[in-house]
Nanobody, 125 residues
Framework: VQLQASGGGSVQPGGSLRLSCAAS????????VAWFRQAPGKEREFVAA????????NSADSAKGRFTISRNNAKQTLYLQMNSLKPEDTAVYYC???????????????????WGQGTLVTVSS
């Protein structure tokens, strides 16, 4: 299984970025997927998750109203549209796959089985 995250970069506060995570080696549309992030000196934290069907999403309070998670199962790709970025959004962003199929996608990192390598987002003026 490979998860290739991309789309990170440097942006000014208030700017936007779109992260992508391309999956291979698994049947992507069978699994819930999520974005987590880890800032320097901090623990990895949940950002947003989406169910295998794309019909259910969960978002952290910090992401609600600014970030949108989506997926294209035909392309085996997960996305995170990030708007109104703040300096506190600076982190390495990771995509992850949960092999279970729950009623709601999990917000807990330990529930996820496969992880991408991460893509760095830096928000600074």
């Amino acid at each position: 299984v490979q998860l290739q995250a991309s789309g990170g970069g440097s942006v000014q506060p208030g700017g936007s970025l779109r992260l992508s995570c391309a999956a291979s080696g698994l049947t992507f549309n069978n699994y819930d997927v999520a974005w987590f992030r880890q800032a320097p000196g901090k623990e990895r934290e949940f950002v947003a998750a989406i169910s295998w069907s794309g019909t259910t999403t969960n978002s952290a309070d910090s992401a609600k109203g600014r970030f949108t998670i989506s997926r294209n199962n035909a392309k085996q790709t997960l996305y995170l549209q990030m708007n109104s970025l703040k300096p506190e959004d600076t982190a390495v962003y990771y995509c992850a796959v949960d092999r279970r199929r729950l009623l709601q996608p999990s917000t807990t990192a330990n529930d996820y089985d496969y992880w991408g390598q991460g893509t760095l987002v830096t928000v600074s003026s």
